[in-house]
């Protein structure tokens, strides 16, 4: 592996080993191992997959290694100086970027037909980098790297000496030399991730290394969580949540605006049946935001819960998220003065963004993706392997690792089943393109997501650019960075699983 890619954002998934381990192997095939594309398209399709999300960070890396490998430089000026059969991929970059359920397979189509045509094989190997490369720029920018690494950064926020060293050595797009004197402090973890998985540690938060990549001092983690102080109201709702009228109460109050958090769904099913709505709405706002005590609490609740939906009932409350999230607020449109000039050359109709479900109706196009139609495990997967040798083995075992890691902690407290929470974030990722698990009951979503949680998460798949450090700092405040890096993970898995469920769902309706 070359140095360069030793960088600060493998620094940050070191914070997980194991996946770590399956991110790299899978990113190290599908840029320098055996596949059917030639290497200056894929560095190339990195850069303009970057520039999408406007990631200034992976298309300078991207152009430095695209030279490297004996790239032609004067396709660093633009996208009118790329080859015509390398231009053809730019509208699916484009739609798989922002809307992938408007790919059609009329767009595989008419790249593998003509003059300059695409393989089969080569579009899925395009359609593979570059959904890793949408979702790497929202991983990026989730944590709060961007800021950081491209001298952005308020001066308020303190600057490790290693990552000014970085920073400096970066913001010069020939300086790699700076780049060494971080890299050396991560080559014990990388190792350590790569070692294999029969002697892979379960867990090293390498403390040495985190406190010099970390981007914020999380002044409100600790280890004595589980003492947490318990509030009465919390203790006393704890009884009444069992209750489903006040539940369905508390859940509507919590997405109505006014509400945030599961503390304050809680507090609403208190006084439901009681005091007037205003009274219960000033309690509500007087709450913080969901602790880890109560989320634990939800979550075991939750799992003990027996009642059947009807398929109906699903099916609505999947409707729920959807039409909440469309009404979470919504970035502002980017104009092309906004966008870094060091990347605007790579980007063609960059008003082109995510659009909310809600307003899907205009472009005819709202139906649900099901995943009992159309699954990673039982289509995609396969489908990749035909077209592209084992990289569907790799994703496989990398989507599999981000689904399932844990370490059974939450904030301080230790032995958490957390799989209801971190499945509440997954197939919230999804929802918000659309894709529906068949068996979810979406009502956990609300019952475990609070709304600025939901809101950090809608904006780092869709609007990654607009993420800050600030938003990083003030969502999940009781969890460990390497907790917040972990939820990070699953938003850049989910997506890069959401797009990929798209894209290979059209080449399986192009071949048939
Ligand atoms: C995202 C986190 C709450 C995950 C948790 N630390 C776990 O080990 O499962």
Same mark, same amino acid.
């Given at each position: ?110 790249? @593998?037909? $003509?003059? %300059? #045509?695409?393989?089969? &094989?080569?579009? /899925?190997?395009?359609?593979?980098? =570059?959904? *890793? ?33 970085? @920073?400096? $050595?970066? %913001? #010069?797009?020939?300086? &790699?030399?700076? /780049?060494?004197?971080?890299?050396? =402090?991560? *080559? ?30 999380n002044?409100h983690t600790n280890n004595n969580n589980n003492n947490s102080s318990s509030n009465s109201i919390d203790h006393h709702n704890h009884q009444l949540y069992c209750n489903?009228?006040a539940q369905s109460?508390a859940e509507s109050l919590t997405n109505?605006?006014?509400v945030t958090g599961v503390v304050a769904a809680v507090t609403a099913a208190a ?13 509500i706002n007087a709450q913080p935001s969901a602790t880890v005590e109560v989320l634990m609490e939800r979550m075991k609740v939750l799992s003990q819960k ?15 998220v959807?039409?909440q ?78 689904y399932n890691l844990t370490y059974f902690t939450m904030g301080g407290v230790k032995n958490v089943d957390t799989s209801k929470f971190r499945r509440a974030i997954w197939n919230y990722i999804?929802c ?8 979810y009951d979406y009502g956990e979503v609300n019952q475990l997501l609070d709304r600025p949680l939901k809101m950090f998460i809608k904006?780092a ?11 990083y700092d003030s969502i999940l405040v009781e969890l460990q960075d390497s907790e917040k890096v972990h939820v990070n993970l699953m938003v850049?898995?989910a ?18």
């Open positions: 592996m070359d140095d360069l890619e030793l960088d600060q954002v493998t620094k940050v998934i070191s914070y997980h080993p194991r996946f770590l381990d399956h991110f790299l192997k899978t990113q190290n095939f599908i840029m320098n191992g055996d596949g059917p594309l030639p290497y200056d398209y894929r560095y190339y399709l990195a850069i303009i997959a970057a520039a999408r999300h406007q990631c200034p960070y992976l298309v300078k890396m991207y152009e430095k290694e695209f030279i490297n490998q004996g790239g032609n430089p004067d396709w660093l000026n633009g996208l009118d100086f790329i080859p015509p059969k390398l231009r053809a991929i730019y509208e699916i970059n484009k739609i798989l970027a922002h809307r992938p359920w408007l790919l059609r397979k009329e767009h595989i189509e008419s790249l @593998t037909r $003509g003059k %300059n #045509s695409w393989s089969l &094989s080569e579009v /899925v190997h395009a359609m593979v980098l =570059l959904s *890793h490369f949408h979702s790497l720029s929202s991983f990026v920018f989730s944590c709060g790297l961007t800021q950081k690494l491209d001298g952005l950064s308020s001066p308020k926020l303190k600057t490790p000496p290693t990552v000014a060293a970085i @920073t400096s $050595g970066h %913001n #010069s797009v020939t300086g &790699s030399s700076a /780049v060494a004197d971080g890299n050396s =402090l991560m *080559h014990s973890a990388v190792a350590a991730g790569m070692a294999g998985a029969g002697s892979l540690p379960q867990y090293q938060p390498q403390k040495t290394v985190l406190s010099e990549i970390t981007l914020n001092n002044n489903n009228n109460i109505s605006g006014g006084f439901a049946s009681s005091a007037n709505a205003a009274a219960v709405l000033n309690k027996q009642d059947e939906c009807s398929e109906a009932e699903l099916s609505n409350r999947f409707k729920n959807e039409m999230t469309a009404e979470l607020p919504a970035a502002a449109t980017v104009t092309p003065a906004e966008i870094p000039p060091v990347i605007s050359h790579y980007i063609e109709d960059p008003n082109f963004q995510y659009q909310d479900f809600a307003r899907r109706g205009a472009e005819n196009i709202p139906n649900t993706f099901r995943i009992q139609d159309y699954s990673w495990d039982d289509h995609g997967y396969s489908l990749v392997n035909d077209l592209y040798e084992d990289v569907g083995t790799l994703l496989d075992q990398r989507f599999r690792c981000a999804q918000i393109y659309g894709i529906r698990h068949d068996d904006t798949c869709c609007f990654p650019e607009r993420i800050t450090t600030k938003d850049m898995e997506r890069n699983q959401a797009e990929l469920l798209y894209a290979l769902r059209e080449i399986m309706r192009y071949r048939t």
